[in-house]
């Protein structure tokens, strides 16, 4: 079986988007690889998170992600900080990461760009410290998107780098798992073309969210005037919310509006009701399990307990080898 590793950004509220995309890959690639997932709490530190929301915020993501479904039975999935191997390999692979490299790499200058008060180091070394979270595991696959591939080249190039250097074959190269056609790109609700949490209130649903927040934000989806012909193409913004029909009400549903629109009666109101009931129905049993799994501390203490052990098992075996190949050697 072929090792998967994927770190979880510990920021933010699952929606419908992750959901029908990154997760439900997740959700099949627990079965056929072993697979590593693992909330990045340690990234998260280039934000200075305040300390009072920190463990919050960590348990969140990771009851959401238990409550879509990812067994920890079958799939070890754990807190990064949990696993300290991570950051004594990270230390490690900092000596052979060039600061010219690191400073070219894209997603650190957006952040000069964006957070010009706080470029601190972490964020310089952000990418060393995602290829520690990979090669940890020796994965052979990361299931990444297109903002994460350069990301992911710097992690081959650390790798190989190491090899050279201790003229070892030692990592492999990790590739980004292709998830195929399959993946489904869920439209947001303010007509931009992607949900997103950072494309603005309103423009998502989360899993979380309870039926008045659901319906709020659907009746003050992006529509237009109506169809002006008979069987005309729908503009975007309408496509997107016959998309997101498609996503979660019952394909009788989305043929008595698809037949409405094209027959000109449409009535957007009575479209966009249907389309918060139907929401409302899908997110019930998440919304459901998150809170019923935030309240049951021995389940959550458990599973992460399981998890820490679980990566530690393969982590320790890396960073001995590691170690050794370096030099290191144990007195005594
Ligand atoms: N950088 C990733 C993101 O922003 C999160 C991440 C951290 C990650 N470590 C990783 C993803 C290791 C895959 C593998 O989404």
Avoid: W
């Amino acid at each position: 079986m072929e090792t998967v590793v994927s770190g979880i950004r510990s920021t933010g509220n699952l929606h419908l988007g992750n959901y029908f995309g990154a997760i439900k890959n997740f959700l099949k690639m627990q079965h056929t690889h072993r697979c590593y997932f693992f909330i990045a709490d340690y990234h998260s530190l280039t934000t200075h998170p305040h300390p009072a929301d920190l463990h919050n915020t960590v348990k969140q993501v990771l009851v959401e992600y238990l409550a879509c479904g990812i067994d920890p039975e079958v799939a070890t999935i754990y807190i990064q900080s949990d696993l300290p191997e991570t950051a004594e390999l990270y230390l490690l692979m900092n000596m052979n990461a060039y600061v010219g490299e690191l400073e070219r790499c894209t997603s650190f200058k957006d952040k000069i760009r964006n957070h010009a008060d706080n470029v601190n180091a972490g964020l310089l070394t952000y990418p060393v410290l995602m290829a520690a979270d990979i090669l940890i595991h020796k994965a052979k696959y990361v299931p990444v998107g297109k903002d994460q591939e350069q990301h992911l080249e710097m992690t081959r190039q650390f790798g190989n780098r190491f090899n050279r250097i201790y003229d070892v074959e030692y990592f492999e190269e990790p590739v980004a798992f292709n998830f195929g056609t399959e993946l489904v790109k869920i439209p947001g609700l303010d007509g931009s073309g992607k949900m997103g949490k950072s494309e603005g209130e309103g423009n998502a649903i989360f899993l979380f969210d309870a039926p008045d927040a659901i319906r709020k934000k659907v009746m003050r989806a992006v529509s237009d005037a109506g169809p002006t012909e008979e069987n005309q193409k729908k503009p975007e913004t309408i496509e997107n919310l016959f998309t997101l029909m498609k996503t979660v009400s019952k394909p009788e549903t989305v043929a008595f509006f698809d037949e409405q629109y094209n027959t000109m009666k449409v009535r957007y109101g009575d479209l966009k009701k249907q389309l918060a009931e139907d929401m409302i129905t899908f997110v019930a049993p998440f919304r459901e399990r998150i809170l019923e799994l935030s309240n049951d501390n021995d389940y959550i203490n458990k599973v992460v307990k399981q998890g820490a052990e679980k990566a530690h098992e393969s982590a320790r075996k890396t960073v001995e080898e590691v170690r050794e190949i370096i030099g290191f050697k144990r007195f005594g």
